[in-house]
Nanobody, 126 residues
């Protein structure tokens, strides 16, 4: 079992930046592939970014490519999402998630993830 706690959300103007953090409990963080998803009011949860166990591979939704960067620090049991050039349409609750399977990484499928954080609100004002 792993617990995930997101932080770093808030209110920012369009064009601004935020960095989200997701701290994981336990000693096996490095064995989980990690992802970020978001959900806006009235919309389905959507994939944002993901990162492999070692951090050597990263994946992004087209809507955030070039603006967001996912990274991880296995020594600190933390995954980050640096968000730059934020837009009003980035407004959502952001969730981090962990995939413990160790198998093929279906990074953009929320069903593939085993553990989820409680979410952190990001609001971008235009």
């Amino acid at each position: 079992q792993v617990q995930l706690v997101e932080s770093g959300g808030g209110l920012v103007q369009a064009g601004g930046s935020l960095r989200l953090s997701c701290a994981a409990s336990g000693r096996t963080f490095s064995s989980y592939a990690m992802g970020w998803f978001r959900q806006a009011p009235g919309k389905e949860r959507e994939f944002v970014a993901a990162i492999s166990l070692s951090g050597g591979n990263t994946y992004y939704a087209d809507s955030v490519k070039g603006r967001f960067t996912i990274s991880r620090d296995n020594a600190k049991n933390t995954v980050y999402l640096q968000m730059n050039s934020l837009k009003a349409e980035d407004t959502a609750v952001y969730y981090c998630a962990a995939d413990r399977s160790g198998g093929p990484f279906y990074y953009n499928d929320y069903v593939a993830y085993d553990y989820w954080g409680q979410g952190t609100q990001v609001t971008v004002s235009s």
